[in-house]
């Protein structure tokens, strides 16, 4: 347990949301180890010092060597006179185990089963036991068979869980197996547990981000640059804040957040029969508009192809519907945060257009860009912003992440929210 093993060296690499904190991961036997060094990896680069558990089953099937170089920490597979599970996990006078969090992933329905009924017979069902008793926060990742998973026993067991405050992350129910769930779903949920206040528990959040596509025939359309990085950059924060998130996401190759609820569109149409559906079906406190709508589609769509032999083609548009407007008039009570992109403008100019449109769309704050400048918006993981509110406050991001980005715009909701 070297403080310097190389594979430590991508601690933080990626964020430093679990930064200071200790995961203790227990594996056990089950196929689905084989994603054990990914999830522990993938925990580090947030921050995380790892530290595996193993059982002889797990053991059967992949060796501790393999998790030792993924986390850097020598792998516990057994318990000695050194009392591995109190150190992980247990409490002493004045002090309790290093461990911040217990992640039983994968979890099998023998195990799950064990820790339900108190068994400790493995090194994984003591680590899970002395959490317990420590009160350390203890997540669940089943994976097995659909039939082992769907035994009415297996599911009362996990149901106890639940009412004990253990987090149970559910798997992904797929060719008949009860499949683990996917890696990003396993580590945002760490992270929603260790790293965020949940600020925004109780509220609920309706996101649009990505973009749009108007047909000019069944196969060409108008459409833009955006890939939507910001919006689901927002919706993952939110989500991981405690927030309900529905993100409304037009065609892109970026995945959507785990966890969040996403509906696919595709118009300036879709955008508007989701928004105004989604509104009248249920209320929300926030609405994000980071969508890239077109301004204008065809007042015409060809029925089929058009030609290349035609000749000249002329095409008439017509503007799309404002969805801010939409929004607004279907709840004056939502808290709106609206985007704005300009291109190769000055900086005040920027501001005034932006705020010119928020007053006009009753929005509550804008968030403004310059998409003409190097490494800002669209097809770019960076931006520099500008949010500006009603009385014209400004704060000025300069050129970072669009995570980073994120959160900052996430600092103003919260003060928005503060008012609600």
């Known amino acids: 347990m070297h403080p310097n093993h190389p ?3 991508i601690i933080g690499s990626e964020s430093r949301e679990l930064e200071g904190k200790t995961i203790c991961v227990c594996l056990t036997g089950s196929v689905a180890i084989s994603n054990a060094p990914s999830v522990c990896r993938q925990l580090m680069r947030k921050g995380a010092d790892v530290y595996c558990v193993m059982t002889q089953s797990a053991i059967d099937l992949i060796h501790p060597n393999l998790l030792h170089w993924a986390t850097g920490n020598k792998v516990i597979t057994k318990l000695t006179g050194k009392l591995e599970h109190i150190m992980l996990a247990g409490e002493r006078p004045g002090k309790l185990g290093k461990a911040d969090l217990i992640l039983v992933s994968p979890a099998t329905a023998n195990t799950i089963s064990k820790i339900a009924c108190g068994i400790d017979d493995t090194t994984v069902t003591t680590v899970v036991t002395t959490a317990f008793g420590s009160q350390t926060p203890i997540v669940i990742v089943p994976a097995m068979h ?33 499949k683990i769930a996917l890696t990003e779903e396993i580590v945002n949920e760490i992270i929603s547990i260790l ?17 749009c596509r108007e047909y000019l025939d069944p196969i060409r359309y108008l459409s833009n640059p955006s890939t939507g990085r910001m919006g689901i950059e927002l919706a993952r924060e939110i989500y991981l804040h405690g927030g309900n998130v529905t993100l409304i996401l037009g065609k892109t190759s970026l995945l959507p957040p785990a966890g969040v609820v996403t509906l696919s569109v595709e118009t300036s149409d879709d955008y508007v029969q989701a928004v105004t559906t989604e509104l009248k079906k249920k209320s929300y406190d926030v609405f994000v508009s980071t969508a890239a709508i077109c301004d204008f589609k065809p007042l015409k769509k060809a029925t089929e192809k058009i030609q290349s032999d035609k000749g000249t083609w002329t095409i008439t548009l017509t503007p799309t519907p404002k969805l801010l407007k939409i929004a ?10 609206a985007f704005k992109a300009e291109s190769n403008i000055s900086k005040k100019e920027l501001i005034e257009r932006a705020y010119s449109r928020l007053i006009d769309s009753e929005a509550d704050l804008m968030v403004a860009n310059d998409v003409g400048k190097a490494k800002r918006g669209f097809e770019f993981s960076t931006n520099e912003i500008y949010i500006i509110d009603k009385e014209k406050n400004i704060l000025h991001v300069p050129l970072t992440s669009k995570k980073l980005c994120s959160i900052e715009i996430i600092k103003s909701i919260e003060k928005l929210l503060k008012n609600i």
């Open 7 to 9: 594979s430590k060296d």
């Open 146 to 178: 659909e039939s082992m998973y769907n035994h009415p026993i297996v599911q009362e067991n996990i149901v106890k869980l639940k009412q004990l405050g253990v987090v149970v992350i559910q798997p992904r129910l797929e060719e008949s197996k009860a």
């Open 328 to 337: 607004r008039e279907i709840d004056k009570n939502l808290k709106i945060v």
């Open 195 to 211: 790293s965020h206040e949940s600020k925004f528990k109780g509220f609920s959040f309706l996101l649009t981000a990505g973009p």
